[in-house]
């Protein structure tokens, strides 16, 4: 490690001077020697100091290709050279036209109609408005009373007001129950601490029966359930059974609920398919997408929905059927020239040909390195996503007590070794980008082995 220069110091300074990081504890943060990240090259980034590290969470989940990819950068200063943005309300631009084509190609089914937004977050609460307003103006007898939703224990959904509403997280969205509607509330698959207290592997699809009990109440009243499909990602990577998804969906259509799966964090190859929906051939009506969507570079989301959703928006303007709803930076023209540049980069570099292997040897390493170790809890992985639970003790499921902070104790440690990743709680999070090589797989999960290592001793 290079040491700590005067200029880091003077940028530290400042920044506990000005900054509020997000999710981030300020006490804790005032306490840290702060890392500042300063360029990157593919892969790895580097520090105001010139130390680098393997960015084994994508950028919090966002960077695809690596850092800096050649096509991405020319593509947007190409774009910079015409135009850096304009509005979408009431005009067009090339970029957003042609990004919205090549979505409405990729997406599963008759998802065709793309809206676009900023950000996770706005994606989901955009769904969310359009689902009831759907259901408020499509005019068929018992629709005016659907205006409940279903979302799921431990869901993250972003941080504004809706999408926190639906959110499951207690320790993230607890004290602003008062400003929040209230969903209707879905037992998640987290079979390793199962929500319904069951035992692994005994339950007989206990969660989807608890599902079909709500519908069955509340079917009639509600618009839409919510669902991280096949992974819930802030909730500590918590994979869902096989066929849980598809069981899911098939519900909602008996029930004529419409689907909305927020594919922010799963979108994009993270879970080994462009998205994690076609894993189980399901359509949904709303498909939320962000992170991945510009390969990492810039804040740009789209809910992608159908025609017939569409359609019950039109009108002539005084019969209000207009959906009241856009950001200032809506279809951002860099941002979409980017994404559409990460497009071809899928094609071009045969990126998802190229996921199997990567994700095999990834489970390869983590049952060599990891997965005996006596404080792993449990380990799971779907493609390229990857959460260790970390625990006092393996027998009894226990956790580490939360003062110890030991999730973040390894995630410092790891960063000391080389490698930038983040804990969720003492669950350990890898998610690398979709461009790691081989040995950066293998240098990855070493380094997060060796770090559990240091903080909670050596596997035996
Ligand atoms: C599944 C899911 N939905 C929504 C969001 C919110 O996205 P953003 O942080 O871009 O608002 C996240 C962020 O991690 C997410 O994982």
Same mark, same amino acid.
């Given at each position: 490690m290079n040491p700590r220069s005067q200029r880091t110091q003077e940028l530290v300074a400042e920044d506990r001077a000005h900054l509020w990081h997000p999710f981030s504890q300020a006490s804790e943060w005032e306490s840290e020697d702060a890392l500042i990240v300063e360029r990157a090259e593919g892969r790895w980034l580097f520090d105001t100091d010139g130390n680098r590290y393997l960015d084994g969470i994508s950028s919090l989940w966002v960077n695809v290709h690596g850092h800096r990819h050649p096509e991405v950068d020319k593509a947007i200063i190409r774009q910079l050279g015409l135009i850096a943005h304009t509005t979408l309300l009431g005009l067009g631009s090339p970029p957003s036209i042609e990004l919205a084509r090549r979505l409405a190609g990729l997406c599963p089914g008759d998802l065709v109609r793309v809206f676009y937004s900023d950000n996770g977050s706005t994606s989901v609460e955009v769904a969310l408005k359009m689902a009831y307003q759907y259901f408020q103006q499509r005019g068929r007898p018992g629709d005016a009373a659907r205006t409940r939703f279903i979302a799921f224990t !431990?869901?993250?959904?972003?941080?504004?007001v809706g999408s926190v509403s639906l959110g499951g997280i207690d320790l993230f969205h607890g004290i602003y129950k008062p400003l929040l509607f209230d969903a209707l509330r879905a037992p998640y698959p987290y079979c390793y601490r199962c929500p319904l207290g069951k035992a692994q592997g005994t339950c007989s699809d206990a969660c989807l029966q608890r599902l079909e009990e709500i519908l069955a109440v509340h079917g009639s009243e509600t618009a839409a359930l919510v669902i991280e499909p096949l992974v819930q990602g802030a909730a500590g990577i918590i994979t869902a059974p096989p066929g849980h998804f598809r069981s899911v969906a098939d519900m909602c259509k008996r029930h004529g609920v419409l689907l909305i799966c927020d594919e922010v964090a799963t979108g994009f190859g993270r879970t080994g398919t462009m998205f994690a929906c076609q894993q189980e051939g399901v359509v949904p009506d709303f498909l939320c997408l962000a992170k991945g969507i510009s390969a990492g570079y810039l804040p740009l989301a789209a809910t992608v929905t159908t025609d017939e959703v569409y359609d019950v928006f039109r009108g002539p303007y005084a019969a209000h059927r207009t959906f009241y709803h856009g950001h200032s930076y809506t279809g951002n023209a860099l941002a979409c020239a980017a994404a559409i540049a990460s497009l071809d980069v899928f094609l071009n570099e045969k990126v998802l040909e190229g996921l199997p292997d990567k994700v095999q040897r990834l489970r390869d390493r983590l049952g060599e390195r990891i997965a005996s170790h006596p404080n792993v809890g449990d380990l799971r992985q779907c493609g390229l996503m990857v959460g260790i639970e970390l625990v006092a003790d393996r027998f009894t499921k226990a956790g580490l007590p939360?003062? !110890?902070?030991i999730g973040r104790q390894v995630i410092l440690e790891a960063r000391k070794l080389g490698v930038m990743i983040r804990s969720l709680g003492d669950v350990v999070v890898l998610m690398p980008p979709l461009a790691i090589t081989g040995e950066e797989i293998d240098f990855l999960v070493d380094v997060t082995a060796r770090s559990i290592d240091a903080i909670l001793g050596r596997a035996q």
């Open positions: !431990d869901a993250y959904h972003g941080d504004t939360l003062e !110890d902070r």
